[in-house]
């Protein structure tokens, strides 16, 4: 009989396309996993509301549960409660650590105008000594950042809260 | 349909962010640099993320099987009720902050609003969507201050892009019956704030950038009714080509 934890498990091996490092577990976007009228419905919520991994994201969810030998599974997205950085997993903030990406600090960029921003520690060398480059990175999650140590350019997984 | 308001107040939340959210992609490749190029391309993902969001439900409480792609990339010119401001040309970089600034200062106390609406979804969309708007609101005002308060140059066209812009300011605070008809059922919650919040945000950063508000008093409205600028046209032949040219094609 398959249960809640096998799914979670299984869904370990889905990983986000854009930072194939984090699985769909590790990032927090899959929210339960409950069997209605015989079919397992997976709940997913996205980080950003324009966030084009989220189709992925559902499509390879459904083909590895099929691959699992799980056939009737139905994936829905909702967006309540929205998604925060807090959801990403202890585990999750270790592997984007390791792949070169700054985890978010626990610290929402201040809206003050003109506001020092968040110090983030460099990835590479782990020098506080960094400086942001621009709030806006890579894809929407995250924000870019240099060392002024190490010269590193690295991406940060902004705070989002 | 079950409630025609909130399908029109739906359609004006989700045409405004769909609109801005194009006219923001027009930029992509041609930023003044590259990570201004970055920026603006993830804030229009951001706006076109949110009018998904928006418009998928409009097409709920329509109940006629229209889906964000329907309601966004099929009705005519007169059925999309965005406001004039986010449908203006690009301009230099000067102007498309210019006209996000104006909007992310309305679009912020908006949706702190809105995350109080007694309709779940709706405050569902506003407390996800709050979030990347304040990030939105504090990029433009920036940009602002730093274009205004910088070199004779830069604040001569912030002032001359504030000077063509501001009179399509107004109709940011358009209210008919719809607005008073979800009001009265509890639908919205009070907006009567918003519009003091708005102008306390602009003084600040227009002093600040040391820019001033035009005097004269030349206002442009009827975007929420479906009377649009001589733009719109354009920008939709160019958002709609794809499902007109292939209909009911996939991406
Ligand atoms: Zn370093």
């Known amino acids: 009989m398959v249960d809640k934890a096998q799914i979670y498990s299984w869904l370990e091996e889905v990983s986000d396309p854009e930072i194939p490092v984090l699985s769909v577990i590790d ?116 924000a870019l950042y240099q060392c002024n140590e190490c010269q590193e350019p690295y991406d940060y997984f902004k705070c989002l809260k | 349909m079950k409630n025609e308001a909130l399908f029109r107040f739906l359609l004006r939340l989700g045409d405004d962010s769909l609109i801005l959210g194009q006219r923001l992609a027009e930029w992509c490749g041609h930023g003044p640099i590259l990570e201004e190029d970055i920026a603006m391309t993830n804030i229009s993902l951001d706006l076109i993320g949110q009018a998904m969001s928006i418009l998928d439900y409009a097409g709920v409480v329509e109940d006629k099987g229209r889906d964000c792609d329907k309601l966004g990339l099929l009705r005519f010119e007169s059925e999309y009720v965005n406001l004039l401001l986010v449908e203006q040309p690009n301009g230099d970089f000067g102007d498309t902050m210019m006209r996000q600034f104006l909007f992310d200062a309305f679009r912020k106390p908006l949706y702190e609003r809105l995350v109080n609406s007694s309709d779940k979804q709706l405050a569902a969309i506003a407390d996800k969507s709050l979030k990347e708007t304040r990030y939105h ?80 008093n030349w206002k442009f409205e009827g975007g929420r009714l479906g009377r649009h600028s001589e733009h719109f046209g354009h920008l939709l032949s160019e958002l709609q080509y794809m499902q007109r040219a292939y209909p009911n094609m996939q991406w």
């Open chain 2, 137 to 216: 609101l504090k990029h433009s005002s920036e940009w602002i201050i730093r274009l205004g308060d910088g070199t004779e140059e830069s604040h001569t066209r912030i002032q001359n892009s504030l000077d063509t812009l501001w009179r399509y300011s107004s109709e940011l605070f358009y209210s008919d019956e719809v607005d008073n008809e979800l009001t009265k059922t509890g639908i919205l919650p009070d907006l009567s704030g918003i519009r003091s919040e708005w102008e306390a945000t602009v003084n600040s950063v227009f002093q600040q950038a040391t820019i001033v508000i035009p005097t004269n």
């Open chain 1, 27 to 142: 990032l927090g976007v899959v929210r339960n996993a409950q069997i209605i009228d015989g079919d397992w419905l997976i709940t997913i919520t996205p980080t950003y509301s324009g966030c084009p991994a989220m189709k992925t994201m559902e499509e390879d969810i459904l083909s590895k549960l099929k691959e699992k030998g799980v056939d009737s599974v139905k994936v829905e997205l909702v967006l309540a409660p929205a998604w925060s950085t807090d959801w990403l997993s202890e585990n999750g903030r270790m592997k984007l650590r390791e792949y070169g990406i700054a985890p978010p600090e626990h610290e929402v960029d201040k809206s003050v105008l003109f506001a020092e921003p968040t110090v983030v520690p460099c990835p590479k060398c782990g020098s506080r000594n960094t400086r942001m480059v621009s709030q806006f990175g890579s894809t929407a999650c995250k």
